[in-house]
């Protein structure tokens, strides 16, 4: 199972690359985003792989030197900073909530060392207000992921919109 996991996320690589390479050839659009549509991967998948994202940004660097930068991979440079931003202040939300747990159970291990052991129904509250935490936690990353894809749905359809826009002919004028 796990050569299996292997072949296919070396199988995304090469087609993250190949798209890469065929963008830089084409002036193509340069973008985490658009290089994930076009090699068929999440856009997570580069943020998983930090080296693809490094190159990504590194060829979009190379175009926008030779002035070629468009408001579409800017656009998406600022999307792909707010949302590494956000993830940010959650890492450091659940690390600051694993502290506080880590320090109420050393804290219990010296009071049960010591013998100063709390009382049984302060334990019990202590234990419930433990579970609401955990469950607090499992309902904001559902909410996080919801988002998420809320997100990209979002920027698909904004996509799908200007291409529209784009492509569709103008009626009534001759």
């Known amino acids: 199972m ?3 996991r292997r072949a296919d996320s070396a199988r995304r690589r090469e087609r ?3 798209a890469l390479d065929a963008a830089m050839r084409t002036g193509g659009d340069i973008t985490v985003s658009g290089l994930a ?6 856009r997570t998948f580069f943020y998983r792989h930090r080296d693809l994202l490094e ?10 030197g030779k002035g070629v930068m468009t408001a579409v991979s800017r656009a998406s440079l600022q999307t792909d900073l707010a949302n590494a931003l956000e993830r940010n202040a959650r890492q450091a939300a659940r690390i600051q909530q694993l502290e506080k747990r ?3 159970s050393l804290g219990a291990t010296v009071w049960a060392e010591t013998g100063l052991e709390a009382p049984a129904d302060i334990d019990q509250l202590q234990r ?3 579970l609401l935490e955990q469950q607090l936690a499992d309902k904001q990353g559902e909410l996080d992921e919801r988002s998420q894809e809320l997100d990209a749905a979002r920027a698909a359809n904004r996509e799908l919109t200007r291409s529209l826009n784009h492509s ?3 009626h009534g004028h001759t």
Not at 37 to 42: G, I, L, M, P, S
């Open 37 to 42: 549509r076009t090699a068929r991967v999440d």
């Open 102 to 104: 880590l320090s109420k």
């Open 128 to 130: 419930r207000i433990t």
């Open 16 to 18: 993250v690359l190949k």
């Open 168 to 170: 569709a002919p103008i």
């Open 55 to 64: 190159r990504v940004h590194a060829a979009a660097t190379a175009i926008e």
């Open 2 to 4: 796990t050569e299996g």
